[in-house]
């Protein structure tokens, strides 16, 4: 997601208030430890109490270089590679249980890039760990068939599974595994009409504007896992010029005046995905690396300021949808509230 020795040194250079802002608190204690999950389901995120320690102790390893941070990571990837953690569907196996795990698979993916090659990791445990992460990429991602007529082959489910297959091919270098996300990127272009909304996200009556956000988070990762590989997303243009920045001015558009939806919806908009949803995650966490890329956006203004409007907090962003804590990835002291 990131170029880890860049962003160091930029933290470095940051005072040390900000850095604990940003990326939360230098500690060597009080780090949860969590079972092993083996069951996903579509009821529910499988494993999201560790995904939430994963993005807290990526940061601190990425901030801190917390020694601590990093067994924490290690420690539970070994235990689930060993008892084949998430690796079991139960109940009605449809689009929902693979999206629940892609939820939890994309941070365990970000967190693991960052102890990789920690060289107290062993090697036979770095095997165990990769053929476990490998396993479940696949299975939920390029070898499962998937039929191209449901809306969640199409939508946000399918962006977000390919983010997934794409940070696992970016990290083990299966170029064929990375180009899945520039393909769907590709073809998300193509789905937007030219007012930049999305039309199987915004044909979702009062949650128009929830979906379209859910969608971009996907492409915003998408994007910056490209641009770490010397791909540029962001200006990439559909046949009638479209680019990400459209999808983002809808979205800012339409949280600030109501009658953008009206070709598409008369409903009021839910707009809580502009301030923390539960468990610590904040859905706008994307907004770090967009801002950090174009800092002067007026779109960026437009939902930096919805956002203070609804009491969002300040400081630390993360969500399992970015892959991890987006403001110690990305923020600055200009570019984060």
């Given at each position: 997601?990131?170029?880890?020795?860049?962003?160091?040194?930029?933290?470095?250079?940051?005072?040390?208030?900000?850095?604990?802002?940003?990326?939360?608190?230098?500690?060597?204690?009080?780090?949860?430890?969590?079972?092993?999950?083996?069951?996903?389901?579509?009821?529910?995120?499988?494993?999201?109490?560790?995904?939430?320690?994963?993005?807290?102790?990526?940061?601190?390893?990425?901030?801190?270089?917390?020694?601590?941070?990093?067994?924490?990571?290690?420690?539970?990837?070994?235990?689930?590679?060993?008892?084949?953690?998430?690796?079991?569907?139960?109940?009605?196996?449809?689009?929902?249980?693979?999206?629940?795990?892609?939820?939890?698979?994309?941070?365990?993916?970000?967190?693991?890039?960052?102890?990789?090659?920690?060289?107290?990791l062993k090697s036979k445990d770095r095997e165990r760990i990769e053929?476990?992460?490998?396993?479940?990429?696949?299975?939920?991602?390029?070898?499962?068939?998937?039929?191209?007529?449901?809306?969640?082959?199409?939508?946000?489910?399918?962006?977000?599974?390919?983010?997934?297959?794409?940070?696992?091919?970016?990290?083990?270098?299966?170029?064929?595994?990375?180009?899945?996300?520039?393909?769907?990127?590709?073809?998300?272009?193509?789905?937007?009409?030219?007012?930049?909304?999305?039309?199987?996200?915004?044909?979702?009556?009062?949650?128009?504007?929830?979906?379209?956000?859910?969608?971009?988070?996907?492409?915003?990762?998408?994007?910056?896992?490209?641009?770490?590989?010397?791909?540029?997303?962001?200006?990439?243009?559909?046949?009638?010029?479209?680019?990400?920045?459209?999808?983002?001015?809808?979205?800012?558009?339409?949280?600030?005046?109501?009658?953008?939806?009206?070709?598409?919806?008369?409903?009021?908009?839910?707009?809580?995905?502009?301030?923390?949803?539960?468990?610590?995650?904040?859905?706008?966490?994307?907004?770090?690396?967009?801002?950090?890329?174009?800092?002067?956006?007026?779109?960026?203004?437009?939902?930096?300021?919805?956002?203070?409007?609804?009491?969002?907090?300040?400081?630390?962003?993360?969500?399992?949808?970015?892959?991890?804590?987006?403001?110690?990835?990305?923020?600055?002291?200009?570019?984060?509230?």
């Amino acid at each position: 997601m990131i170029v880890t020795e860049k962003r160091r040194l930029e933290l470095k250079q940051m005072p040390v208030k900000r850095v604990r802002q940003l990326c939360g608190p230098d500690r060597d204690s009080g780090w949860p430890s969590h079972g092993t999950v083996r069951n996903v389901t579509g009821g529910h995120q499988p494993a999201d109490g560790m995904a939430l320690t994963f993005m807290k102790a990526a940061a601190a390893v990425l901030a801190w270089d917390n020694a601590v941070a990093k067994r924490v990571i290690v420690k539970h990837l070994i235990r689930f590679a060993r008892k084949g953690g998430l690796s079991r569907l139960r109940g009605e196996i449809d689009a929902n249980t693979y999206y629940n795990l892609d939820r939890t698979l994309l941070p365990i993916i970000v967190s693991y890039s960052f102890v990789r090659d920690d060289p107290t990791l062993k090697s036979k445990d770095r095997e165990r760990i990769e053929a476990w992460l490998d396993g479940l990429v696949r299975m939920r991602g390029p070898n499962r068939v998937v039929d191209p007529m449901r809306i969640s082959s199409r939508n946000n489910h399918r962006y977000l599974r390919d983010s997934v297959t794409m940070a696992w091919g970016a990290l083990i270098g299966d170029d064929a595994l990375f180009r899945e996300g520039i393909r769907r990127f590709t073809i998300a272009l193509g789905q937007m009409r030219d007012d930049g909304s999305l039309p199987l996200e915004t044909d979702r009556g009062q949650l128009a504007l929830f979906y379209q956000r859910h969608a971009i988070a996907s492409l915003v990762a998408i994007a910056e896992m490209a641009a770490t590989q010397g791909y540029d997303l962001y200006t990439k243009t559909n046949s009638r010029g479209g680019r990400l920045d459209d999808m983002i001015g809808f979205l800012a558009r339409g949280v600030t005046d109501p009658s953008v939806l009206e070709r598409y919806t008369l409903e009021p908009q839910d707009l809580s995905f502009l301030v923390e949803r539960g468990h610590d995650r904040h859905y706008m966490s994307w907004l770090e690396a967009y801002a950090a890329r174009f800092p002067d956006d007026d779109n960026v203004r437009l939902l930096r300021d919805a956002m203070k409007r609804l009491g969002a907090r300040q400081g630390e962003r993360l969500d399992d949808y970015s892959g991890g804590m987006t403001s110690c990835f990305f923020a600055t002291n200009s570019t984060i509230d």
